[in-house]
């Protein structure tokens, strides 16, 4: 079982906490054991909390209107994940989340986290810098998707996650390149070969 301490200072690595900060903060949180296949956030739902992965791999992904799956995001160790449109904008969800592989973790509800910012604020721009970085990420993706090709995408998909192909289907892969299955399958042959 993982102590107080480390759940805390590991989900906000780098901040300083006092044991008062640590116990307050921690007692916010929910852990979470799920199974790869679980669903943890449904299309058209309300969405009023955040994930914190401690070990494991999920996935972010949506339908089109044709029924086709589009992969937008993969949180493993250390990542946050929610439908955030959804979160922040108080909309009906668009996205599905679901566990690929085994994984803990971490629930905060909304009024939880909003609690901790006004108490901390240290947590408040630490958590600010993250979505900057994370907004930063997705705005160069959907450059890099508009510009680059699709090995190129792979290439930059496996410096990002390099040790995910071992616990993910090739048709999230494909899907979250925006490319078929086939094409991924050319794209590994030929990186095989050079």
């Known amino acids: 079982m993982d102590s107080k301490n480390t759940v805390v200072t590991t989900i906000f690595n780098g901040i300083s906490f006092s044991q008062e900060e640590i116990n307050f903060i921690y007692d916010r949180f929910t852990k979470i054991h799920i199974e790869k296949g679980d669903v943890l956030i449904t299309p058209n739902t309300d969405v009023n909390h955040q994930f914190y992965v401690f070990s494991g791999c999920l996935r972010a992904f949506f339908n089109d209107t044709s029924g086709k799956e589009h992969t937008v995001q993969f949180a493993i160790k250390d990542w946050w994940i929610t439908d955030y449109a959804s979160y922040f904008n108080l909309e009906k969800s668009m996205l599905t989340i679901e566990c690929i592989k085994d994984s803990v973790v971490y629930k905060i509800e909304k009024e939880d986290f909003e609690e901790i ?5 240290k947590v408040h721009f630490f958590i600010r810098k993250k979505l900057e970085r994370g907004y930063a990420s ?22 990002k996650y390099p040790d995910i192909e071992k616990n993910v289907k090739n048709y999230h892969i494909a899907s979250y390149l925006g490319i078929t299955t086939e094409s991924l399958s050319r794209i590994r042959k030929k990186n095989l070969k050079n």
């Open 138 to 159: 997705s705005f160069i993706r959907i450059l890099k998707n508009l510009s680059q090709t699709a090995t190129e995408r792979y290439l930059q998909f496996l410096e």
């Open 117 to 121: 910012y006004e108490l901390y604020p």
